[in-house]
């Protein structure tokens, strides 16, 4: 079956520093990719999307690139901050309704 | 009110209560699924209805009985739940289409559920 497999966290990082979480998929055929964020206390946020091979999803500085020969789809931010401390989860979507999630990767940006 | 809206956001039941949960969505769509998130484990689907009616039911036990009267409003009925049954009930829709760019799930805050 399909499948997401995550960086396990935590991951602790200073101010401004470069923030890069790897997601790697298993699926058949062309699946969606998601990442989702969850900040302390609350649900999920869909963060980014790509649904196509060599598409970027970008929202609020953060990137993530849907890479098919490497079946990678990994979140990349230049410059985070402490408010982007939260759990990020890597998801997919495949020829039916089900999303496949990753375990989630914990962020902690410290000021 | 605007997304995908919750209630309760916090709910502590006994063993021999029977509660529900509410979700509203206020985006249009016609799918609506009920996830489960506990402590140190992956995010688990656990139902999912298009058009009102039920097309997954991912080996949850029937003390979870899910309720969807329309395509705006989902219930999650709980009784003699167990103390593992304790996660965060995570309600989403989408538009259910087959089109790529109206899969996506929005979800809401969720409600925090404590079985003592």
Redesign the interface.
């Known amino acids: 079956g399909d499948s997401v497999t995550q960086m396990e966290g935590p991951v602790t990082l200073s101010e401004e520093a470069f923030l890069t979480i790897n997601c790697t998929y298993t699926a058949t055929g062309y699946p ?1 990719l ?1 990442w ?1 964020v969850q900040y302390p206390g ?5 963060l980014l ?1 790509a ?2 091979a060599d598409d970027k999803g970008s929202n609020k500085g953060f990137e993530a690139t849907y890479r098919k020969e490497t079946t990678s789809f990994h979140l990349e931010k230049g410059s985070v901050q402490v408010s982007d401390s939260a759990v990020y ?1 890597c998801a997919l ?1 495949n020829y039916d ?3 496949s ?4 990767t914990t962020v902690t940006v410290r000021a | 009110e605007t997304g ?1 809206t ?1 209630t309760p956001r916090h709910l502590v039941m006994g063993m021999t209560n029977k509660k529900s949960l509410k979700c509203e969505q206020h985006l249009g769509h016609n ?1 609506m699924y009920w996830y489960k998130q506990s402590a140190k484990k ?2 688990e ?1 656990m139902f ?1 209805y ?1 058009l009102e009616e039920r ?2 039911n991912n080996s949850v036990p029937s003390r979870f009985s899910p309720e969807c009267p329309n395509s705006s409003h989902l219930f999650l009925h709980l009784h003699t739940l167990q103390p593992e049954d304790s996660a ?1 009930y ?1 309600c ?1 829709s ?1 538009q ?1 289409a087959a089109d ?2 109206l ?8 409600t925090r559920l404590l079985v003592l």
């Open positions: 969606s998601f989702y609350e649900g999920l946020q869909l999307k649904t196509k989860f979507i309704y089900k999303l999630f990753g375990a989630g | 995908v919750q799918a992956p995010l689907l999912v298009s097309v997954e965060l995570l989403a989408s259910g790529r760019e899969e996506t799930q929005y979800f809401g805050p969720g």
